[in-house]
T-cell receptor
Framework: GAGVSQSPSNKVTEKGKDVELRCDPI?????LYWYRQSLGQGLEFLIYFQGNSAPDKSGLPSDRFSAERTGGSVSTLTIQRTQQEDSAVYLC?????????????FGAGSRLTVL | DAKTTQPTSMDCAEGRAANLPCNHS???????VYWCRQIHSQGPQYIIH???NNETNEMASLIITEDRKSSTLILPHATLRDTAVYYCIVRGPALQGAQKLVFGQGTRLTINP
């Protein structure tokens, strides 16, 4: 989606390796979300950042998952010691104001495949 | 822990209005109702959101009942490209200033020619 860049678009990794997924939203966003979507499933909430508040990490499935947001903008989702069940599309979204209207914009996602 | 209930699937004829219902009976006074959709093999797309008043934009209209326990998304003239899964989401409770958006299973809307 316009205003949210995610990289890499595709990542294939071996079980046990660490991966980093990047989200680069438009500047001035209010809030940033990470979701993941397994094949044929709905969106699973992972983590949420807003302002200087402590992030809401309640959706992270295990301690192998972590995320940070640097400078209030770019966010990185890190998965350590990847497992096959981590295979999914990881989506980033930001909530903010465009032309005076509150909107929610999703990135195109990063497809992770763990072999 | 989605706070919304939607029909699993719906059909609508092309050119007709598609009315997608959503129940959110436990919504609290300061929670917004968001609607997004996901077309097959694409990322989710924001449609509209509202708090108390009905809202309209270039994509759709959102009708929220007076008691706010349910809402309806209206696509006034559905086209084949509107075939998608439609998600009704209530912005979650404030937690240390954070307000997450939790998706349910959504409604699979099929527009038929």
């Amino acid at each position: 989606g316009a205003g949210v860049s995610q990289s890499p678009s595709n990542k294939v990794t071996e079980k046990g390796k660490d991966v980093e997924l990047r989200c680069d939203p438009i500047s001035g966003h209010t809030a940033l979300y990470w979701y993941r979507q397994s094949l044929g499933q709905g969106l699973e909430f992972l983590i949420y950042f807003q302002g200087n508040s402590a992030p809401d990490k309640s959706g992270l499935p295990s301690d192998r998952f972590s995320a940070e947001r640097t400078g209030g903008s770019v966010s990185t989702l890190t998965i350590q010691r990847t497992q096959q069940e981590d295979s999914a599309v990881y989506l980033c979204a930001w909530r903010g104001v465009i032309s005076g209207a509150n909107v929610l914009t999703f990135g195109a996602g990063s497809r992770l495949t763990v072999l | 822990d989605a706070k919304t209930t939607q029909p699993t699937s719906m059909d609508c004829a092309e050119g007709r209005a598609a009315n997608l219902p959503c129940n959110h009976s436990t919504i609290s006074g300061n929670e917004y109702v968001y609607w997004c959709r996901q077309i097959h093999s694409q990322g989710p797309q924001y449609i509209i959101h509202g708090l108390k008043n009905n809202e309209t934009n270039e994509m759709a209209s959102l009708i929220i009942t007076e008691d706010r326990k349910s809402s309806t998304l209206i696509l006034p003239h559905a086209t084949l490209r509107d075939t998608a899964v439609y998600y009704c989401i209530v912005r979650g409770p404030a937690l240390q200033g954070a307000q997450k958006l939790v998706f349910g299973q959504g409604t699979r809307l099929t527009i038929n020619p």
